[in-house]
């Protein structure tokens, strides 16, 4: 088990232990859409059998969303028809009011027939440490999975990680020629932004960014948004300027450590957990620190 994007939360205040939060989770696993329902939220089983994956105090979780796949122009198929049918029996054309009846009445008659997809939230929690992180790219879904902890009646509270000095404004330094702490180093991706025109956007791809070329973007008033880094020579990731971490990969000095006799998943996400338990507070650092 190993996240590839990461949106930390700060938490405080948690009371549940592993075996609390299983039962909780329980209560409310994801069932299947039913009736006229299009959407249904729910837990998931990250491991088969347990609801909360617990290994040494370190918690995983995985949060369950079924969708009904309905299009709008499917339905405006149907209810054109409809309509059509209603102006040849009545010798007039439906009002508003009319068309939006009918088009609810196609909706439940075309619910049951449509197909359904799921998608799966995971994440971690690390109470002792005090985080939260979930494995998405979307700030959204982080806050869906947040917001089904608490409607489950999980005790906490949480807030986006922010840093005294922004992630914009320290990359684009650490390329100005600033200094970077030495557990990171920089790699070959980059993006900047001018500042006064959020579409005027130039990225470097394979490509070293620490050049003239890059300090001549930035004397031109433009800043680094995102930035290909590795920490420690185990993880390499992308880092953006709302402080998510993207792109997450262990590199082969981590791979190695990974045990081929062990249940790899629960091998994995050991070695995640332990390593990002440095390299956030690393990364925080970096940053001029945690805002209280």
Known sequence: MWFRNLQIFRISGWKSTPSELDEILARKPLLECSGASLQSTGWLQPKEGVYV??????MLISLGVEKKLLPASVI??????RAEEFNERQGYKPGRKQMREIKEAVTAELLPRAFSIRRATFAWIDPQGGWLVVDSSSQAKAEELLEALR???????????RTN??????????????ELPAVFTVDLDCELRAMDDERAKIRYAHH?????????????????TKLAMTWG??????LDDAMQLKRLAMLDLLKEEIDDSDDAFDSEFAIMTGELSHLIPDLIHALGGEVD
């Open 53 to 58: 994956h617990n290994q040494g105090g370190q």
């Open 76 to 81: 405006n198929q149907y209810a054109r028809a």
């Open 151 to 161: 409607k489950s009646s999980v005790e906490f509270t949480s807030s986006l990680v």
């Open 165 to 178: 000095v922004s992630p914009a404004s320290a990359m684009t330094s650490w390329l100005s020629g600033g």
């Open 208 to 224: 070293a960014p620490d050049t003239d070329e890059v300090r001549r973007h930035i004397g031109k008033g433009k800043e680094v």
């Open 233 to 238: 020579e185990k993880i390499s990731f992308v």
